[in-house]
């Protein structure tokens, strides 16, 4: 589905998935400091090589803990109704708010698979330490009042070229939380719009979720979410 941009994405996911959780967590903790973001990321970045020296291998040959892990740290911190709603775009005038329910709640589930499969993938093709001269961040300049930020960063492999790494973070209910992520310029949430987009053309809103519902239920382990999840879908 993310289709000729997967490869890169594929490639820093087991950075990607870690940053996602430990920046999030960082965020939070932080509330009341005066902290830059690209300090924030860096703080994340020690603690994504501590996760990974201790869980490599528990991660690599248990799938279950790989959802575990993203359930625990990622859900609560990533604004997954807001991404959601962007990827359904003008089809969510005309779509029942059931259809936009189930819709928010499969997308999360799709995200969940994506993000843990990429972890466990990245770890199992890469057995060489990942240090933390791969990764770079860039300086941010907030505004008072702001509540929107671009924090840049850059994955530097150890052969090949860099590859720019930009997180989208919005403040919902007084928290700093992640919509999206782009990687080499290509956007995750854009590419899944533009596909999902041309399926609810072709098969409607209804079929598409029945589709997704389906392939999410295909999991070692479902992700259970409840309805509980979209609440701020109205804010």
Not at 70 to 82: A, E, R
Not at 84 to 107: C, D, M, N, P
């Amino acid at each position: 589905m993310l289709g000729k941009q997967n490869l890169s994405i594929k490639f820093i996911g087991g950075i990607l998935i870690l940053l996602l959780i430990n920046t999030a967590n960082v965020f939070a903790a932080s509330k009341a400091a005066v902290i830059t973001p690209e300090q924030i990321l860096n703080k994340a970045t020690d603690n994504l090589l501590l996760v990974i020296n201790r869980d490599r291998e528990r991660i690599k040959e248990t799938p279950e803990y790989v959802y575990d892990v993203v359930k625990k740290y990622l859900v609560p911190h990533v604004d997954f109704v807001s991404a959601a709603r962007w990827v359904l775009g003008k089809h969510e005038r005309g779509a029942s708010k059931k259809e936009k329910i189930q819709f928010i709640l499969e997308f999360r589930t799709l995200m969940i698979r994506f993000y843990a499969t990429a972890l466990r993938e990245y770890l199992i093709n890469n057995e060489k330490i990942i240090n933390k001269e791969m990764i770079r961040y860039f300086p941010v300049k907030l505004k008072s009042g702001d509540k929107e930020v671009i924090v840049r960063s850059e994955i530097i492999p150890t052969s090949g070229k860099k590859v720019p790494v930009n997180f989208h973070m919005h403040i919902k209910k007084g928290k700093w939380k992640i919509f999206d992520v782009s990687v080499d310029g290509v956007s995750v949430v854009t590419t899944y719009r533009t596909s999902f987009s041309s399926q609810i053309r072709k098969k409607g809103l209804t079929a598409v979720i029945a589709t997704l519902k389906k392939r999410n239920a295909s999991l070692i382990e479902p992700v259970k979410l409840t309805d509980n999840a979209v609440k701020d879908k109205k804010n």
